[in-house]
């Protein structure tokens, strides 16, 4: 009784007085004050401290494969040096990485010969991640053709795959997302048995129960170049990936177009595995498998169209 017969009494007083304003006090009254009221203070900005994709982050990667690593044949020292590359990244994220190994044949990759060898799959998994926890597969091809820098084919997967782990490290995700980069996606020969040896490697060492587990996976290939993002599949285990993909992109407000039936990127594995997946990215380019596939290539708007669109289906999951 006592604190509210002074709020009172002091209301009054200011009242009769021309020179007091009117503030609120804790408990709701009206209190006197000689200060500005907070209706005539600016108000103070609230600053987003959340993670976003940022595609001048993916910009950079881009630059840094294709134009200081380059050439990245998936049994080269220079694909070795990108490994490493993503490896670090993945590591300094705070994901638990692992880097298995596989033979891949001599053969003849777009007209080029290339030697037999070893290469690598790059993966990275949450570190609370669980066996048979469900969980989300995002990848991106990490090796090229022997004459190109290959910046958009893929260091512009790669690119926009390790700013979503940045953004799902940061922000965390529903389900757990594992993020690969896939060794020696790029032909040896014709076939689908020399083709994607990475990704099929991959499905061929996954147990019942991690595949029971797999919610999706979506293959980043060839995902800076255009005005709209094609999201496609192979036509096997149904379109339901497809179908979230392009709901994320309206989602984001990222327009989408279909590439149709698509076996050419490491969702064929998956699917071939019966495994759900889709692919992002596609769109024809002049550079195609080249020496001139260099960063100049890729469109900063076009990886930020990608990879919104990605971390929408991510965020959904």
Not at 247 to 267: E, F, I, K, L, Y
Not at 272 to 292: E, I
Not at 306 to 311: N, R, S, V
Request: with cysteine; hydrophobic share 40%.
């Amino acid at each position: 009784m006592i604190m509210r017969s002074a709020v009172v009494i002091a209301a009054l007083a200011c009242a009769a007085c021309a020179s007091c304003t009117a503030a609120e006090t804790p408990n709701g009254a009206a209190g006197a004050s000689l200060s500005p009221t907070p209706s005539r203070q600016s108000p103070t900005p609230v600053k987003d401290h959340r993670a976003h994709f940022e595609a001048d982050r993916a910009v950079e990667t881009v630059r840094t494969l294709a134009g200081g690593i380059g050439r990245r044949e998936a049994t080269s020292g220079a694909f070795d040096r990108a490994a490493d590359l993503v490896a670090a990244r993945f590591t300094q994220l705070g994901y638990h990485v692992a880097q298995p190994t596989f033979r891949v044949p001599a053969g003849v990759s777009w007209w080029v010969p290339v030697p037999a060898g070893t290469s690598r799959n790059v993966i990275a998994m949450p570190k609370t991640l669980e066996p048979g926890d469900r969980h989300v597969i995002i990848g991106a091809h990490l090796d090229t053709v022997p004459q190109a820098p290959g910046a958009e084919d893929n260091a512009s997967g790669v690119s926009v795959m390790l700013e979503l782990a940045r953004v799902a490290a940061s922000e965390g995700t529903r389900l757990p997302v594992v993020f690969v980069a896939f060794g020696a996606e790029e032909p040896r020969g014709s076939g689908d048995d020399m083709h994607h040896f990475g990704s099929r490697e991959f499905t061929a060492g996954m147990s019942g129960r991690e595949r029971r587990s797999l919610v999706a996976m979506v293959s980043l290939d060839r995902v800076g170049v255009g005005d709209e993002v094609p999201v496609c599949d192979g036509g096997l285990t149904g379109d339901a990936v497809v179908r979230d993909l392009r709901a994320a992109g309206r989602r984001a407000d990222v327009p989408t177009s279909s590439c149709g039936v698509n076996q050419s990127s490491d969702h064929w594995s998956f699917e071939r595995a019966g495994l759900p997946a889709a692919r992002l990215g596609s769109t024809a380019y002049d550079a195609y498998h080249s020496s001139t596939d260099r960063p100049r290539v890729v469109q900063s708007a076009q990886l930020q169209r990608t990879g919104d669109l990605a971390w929408a289906f991510i965020a959904a999951r």
